[in-house]
Structures are given as structure tokens and as C-alpha cells.
């Protein structure tokens, strides 16, 4: 039973399969109250409030869950926003802008349950003839699958079938953008910024270095704070990007820095401390970053490569980790994607790898 006596009063006892683990004692309420409080966590729980924030004093939710197979998008999207979507810092610029334009695309009195394949071609459709980038589109389309997958799987919506989203996905543009830098423009990269006299061009030198060790993301590398140096334990501590709390994936992972990037980590930290800093490149930030790579850009003649961007650093880390053995299940936790895939797409094999196969296969057997 989910609701027990207890000496103190009621325990609640709830486990439900996909959601966290309830155990609590309620004081001075009879069973009546203890089951309906029970009930309002159940509910709350199904709708996508965080554990942390439960709402023990509740009797019967504060608002009720829309479970019919008449939801239409926009009552979902409604839905979603206020229960699942409601604790993200993207909140404000992301799902409310975006997913307010999807949902009015797709059609917000559309129900959920009527939807058939040729919607999403539809909407697709309307999105291209608006001139949506692939991102954006593919961005709209992650969207609707978080509905979906909420609708099927958390509020039970009867009549609401699967749909294979990734049919629908745009390629971008940048997606086979493959390229790498080589241990020569490495050199010249690092030359010219320390020889730059703009101001962060050395901390920017040092930047472009640690993004080469450790194939962290720019935004990433430019909310590195002091307190994210775990000196004792050799290693950085990944919980944030610039601007943002989080990461992209919202996950926080851990990255060891030996040797040589162990030291300028820690001559970055002393610094920054010396000069009251919070962040280690605290004269660097997404414009000034931009500008000096575009100086780069030039003074090496690669204006017209379309694939010498900063994120190319974070290719060659991968790129290198996975020719000198490393897995790509451990390039993919290095690297902090979500997708497997994706850590594939960065550790490509190089054409002269591809040649050793083709020798290889030639061999007489064994």
C-alpha cells in the first residue's frame, strides 16, 4: 500500500516505474488527506514537476492534467510549458518564441490523436517556404517529438501514435563539415595570436590550445570558472556554457587535464585570482573570440574555407583521440554528446585510414 500508518502521522511510499522514488512522511493529516495528498503527488509527478518541488500541501493538484484524446497542439505545447518545460533557462528565449510560431504552423486546434504522417510532410513543407534554416527546422521538429513523447509515454494520451521524427529531419549544411587542423596551422594559429597585440590575443592562444587538448565546446572554455579547476583532482569540471547554467546537453561531466594543459589551467587560475577574476579567460567572450579568429582567418589566407571555424578545434580533438586509439564510446563522454551518432560524425576516418582496410582486406587468409 502507497499510503501507511506511521507513528508520526502517514508515509507516503510511491514507486512508479520511469519516475523517481517518493518516501515521505506526512504529520497531522488523517488517511483521507494522506491518500489525497498521494494523489496530488502521483499527478504532479506525471505532469513533469521535478522531485525537489513536489507539493506535499496540495490535496488535489493545482491544475489538472489534460490526458483526453481531443488535446489539441497548442493545449499540449500549454501543457508542456507549464509542467515539463517550466525550470529551463531557455525558457524564456526558446520554447516560448519558438514553440509558439511551431505549434501556430502546425496547426494549434490540430488533436494530437489526428495526426497523421503527411502532417509533419505538411509542416516541413510550410517551414521551408518560410525560408527556416535546417536548424531551425530541426529544432521545431525536436520539439514536436518532446510533445509526442510526453502525450504517449508520461500523460497516457489515448489515440496518439508513434512517429519517426528523424524521417523528417533537414541536413545541415554544416553537418559533413569535416574539417581538421593540421599540426602545421596549429603552429601558426598559436604563433600569430601570441605575436597579436589586440587585446585577450594571448588568452585566446591559450584558449585555442586547451580546445585542442580537451575538444571542449567555445561556449564551454569561455564559462570556465576558477572554482571549476579541481586542482587536487587534475581535472575541470564541465557544468555550465557562457551565458547559460547548464551545458548543451544539461549535463555536467568532468574532463582531466595532465601535463602541460594541467599548468596553463593553473597559471590561468592564479591569475584569476590575483586580479579578482571569477573566469579563467576573463578578457575573452563570444565577440572578441570571433573577431580574433577572423584576424587569424585572413592573415592566413583562409577566408574562402568554409570549414576553418573555432569548432574545427573541437573536431581535430576528437579526431586525433579516435586515431590514437580511444573509443568512440569514450570520445563521446570526453566530448559530452547526448548522441552517439554525433561522436561519430566527429571521428571520421581519414581516406589514408580507409587505404590500410583496403590493404589489409588483400591479405591471403589465415
Known amino acids: 500500500m502507497a499510503v501507511k500508518e506511521h507513528p508520526k502521522g502517514y508515509r507516503l511510499d510511491i514507486q512508479i516505474r520511469h519516475y523517481p522514488k517518493i518516501r515521505k512522511v506526512l504529520r497531522g493529516v488523517d488517511e483521507v488527506e494522506a491518500k489525497a495528498i498521494h494523489d496530488s503527488v502521483i499527478a504532479q509527478l506525471r505532469s513533469g514537476i521535478p522531485k525537489e518541488e513536489l507539493d506535499f500541501e496540495a490535496r488535489n493538484g493545482s491544475e489538472p492534467l489534460l490526458v483526453s484524446e481531443k488535446l489539441t497542439v497548442g493545449e499540449a505545447f500549454d501543457q508542456a510549458l507549464r509542467t515539463k518545460w517550466r525550470n529551463r533557462q ?3 528565449s526558446y520554447y516560448s518564441s519558438l ?7 502546425f496547426g494549434r486546434k490540430k488533436r494530437l490523436a489526428e495526426v497523421q504522417p503527411r502532417d509533419i510532410s505538411n509542416f516541413v513543407d510550410v517551414c ?3 525560408k527556416d534554416s535546417p536548424s531551425t527546422i530541426n529544432h521545431r521538429l525536436a520539439l514536436l517529438r518532446n510533445i509526442w513523447t510526453y502525450a504517449i509515454h508520461h500523460w497516457e494520451v489515448p489515440g496518439v501514435r508513434e512517429i519517426e521524427w528523424s524521417y523528417y529531419r533537414q541536413r545541415n549544411a554544416r553537418y559533413n563539415r569535416s574539417r581538421e587542423i593540421t599540426p602545421e596551422e596549429e603552429k601558426t594559429i598559436l604563433s600569430l595570436l601570441k605575436g597579436f597585440h589586440n587585446k585577450g590575443a594571448q588568452q585566446m592562444a591559450n584558449l585555442v590550445q586547451l580546445a585542442l587538448w580537451t575538444g571542449l565546446r567555445q561556449g564551454e572554455l569561455l564559462g570556465l570558472e576558477v572554482r571549476d579547476f579541481e586542482r587536487d583532482y587534475s581535472r575541470l569540471r564541465i557544468s555550465r556554457s557562457t551565458g547559460s547554467k547548464t551545458t548543451k546537453t544539461g549535463q555536467t ?11 596553463m589551467v593553473d597559471e590561468l587560475a592564479v591569475e584569476a585570482r590575483e586580479t579578482r577574476r571569477v573566469r579563467l579567460f576573463h578578457e575573452l567572450n563570444k565577440d572578441r573570440v570571433k573577431a580574433l579568429w577572423r584576424k587569424v582567418r585572413k592573415t592566413m589566407n583562409l577566408e574562402s574555407d568554409p570549414g576553418f571555424v573555432f569548432h574545427a578545434l573541437r573536431h581535430t580533438s576528437a579526431t586525433r583521440l579516435a586515431r590514437r586509439g580511444a573509443s568512440t564510446r569514450h570520445v563521446q563522454e570526453w566530448l559530452g554528446h547526448a548522441d552517439i551518432k554525433t561522436t561519430q560524425r566527429y571521428t571520421h576516418l581519414a581516406s589514408n585510414d580507409l587505404d590500410n582496410l583496403a590493404d589489409l582486406i588483400q591479405q591471403a587468409p589465415a
Do not use: F, N
Request: glycine share 8%; hydrophobic share 30%.
Open 90 to 92: 531557455s525558457l524564456p
Open 99 to 105: 514553440g509558439k510560431t511551431t505549434a501556430e504552423r
Open 128 to 130: 521551408l517556404r518560410k
Open 253 to 263: 561531466r568532468y574532463i582531466p587535464v595532465r601535463g602541460p594543459a594541467w599548468e
